[in-house]
């Protein structure tokens, strides 16, 4: 009796929701999301469908919208904002999480949250709502970045209610409430996300660790193994830190991400197949193709590696996991993540110049960096040939002594290390 109380007590109350937005694809997770909010929440619903690069026509979501009774309508190309804004920001950081994920699902989220809340704000909706899992990262991203920009919004998480768990109820709630969804015969065994960054892959055989991906999932990236014979070599120009240009030619950040997936993914580079530890706790096995991303990472290191101080340089990559993390996790707008920005962004004022790289074969190898206004690299002191006395080598003596008197101190004082 006093455990049933504590529950009853514990549970708190579910407001009355009149007008709820939800993220919507048009798929038949969403569909039915939106039939299951017009029925058990009594609800006028909204969808929002964002175009953020993910290759796939996003019109037709507004005709199975509509025929679903929805009024209110949003479609909205994001790509431009999402490469701007959140793209680049990250890649000024080198984020990488984990030591390989280059975080293409996670910076796509706080974007996604932020619309929602915007057209809820528009529309004087009360609630939003995705179709993210209850094992995922995303229903954690979607709702740390709602509550963050919108504290009082009510957030409805079919995933985490219903009982539909599988394809055959989804399918069977379809034909029971008259939903058209397109039943794809030879249906791909995984289950994908993309945008312009990159796509993912999971499920299926993937969730054996040890098997093998067939070369049949992979959809952006031919195989190293089937890439050109000849290597390719492109010049990248940077400004503050971001690619402005590419052999020259001046694009647009999303035009940037999406030459360079084009290119990359002709190569064969990219590909990664990994265990992760989702921030939930369960390790989780996904394959992902980055190719734009891939080549983005290794060239803004290089141009770094020659106008960085070194200690700047050091102190970037000491937060980068911590940066990543916030990412990865879902704290995009905490003020953390906020307070690390503005430091990376003040590292990246004299990260300007060019990087060659060329790519063969699923590899990005740096041939050549420079900086015409902003490079630390003085050849007068690094060569091996005579420096002109520039250079006192002699001062290298003191400079060692010191740095070894704790370790001298210690042996004195019959402190083994061995």
Known sequence: MTEQRYEEEATPPVKKVNKVVLAYSGGLDTSVIAKWLQTEYDCEVVTFTADIGQGEEVAPARTKAEALGIKEIYIDDLQAEFARDFIYPMFRANAIYEGEYLLGTSIARPLIARRLVEIANETGADAISHGATGKGNDQIRFELGAYALKPGVQVIAPWREWDLNSREKLLAYCD?????????????????????????????????????????????TVSPENAPDTAESITLTYKEGDIVAIDGKALEPHKVVAELNRIGGQHGVGRLDIVENRYIGMKSRGCYETPGGTIMMRAHRAIESITLDKEVAHLKDSIMPKYAEMIYNGYWWSPERVALQKLIDETQKHVNGEVRVKLYKGNVTVTGRRSETDSLFDDRIATFEDDGGIYNQYDAEGFIKLNALRLRIAADKGRSNQ
Do not use: C, Q
Not at 193 to 203: M, P, R, W
């Open 176 to 220: 029971e409430h008259n939903i058209l969804v397109e039943k794809k015969k030879g249906k791909s065994p995984y289950s994908m996300d993309a945008n312009l960054l990159h796509i993912s892959y999971e499920g299926g055989i993937l969730e054996d660790p040890w098997a093998e991906p067939e070369e049949e999932m992979w959809r952006w």
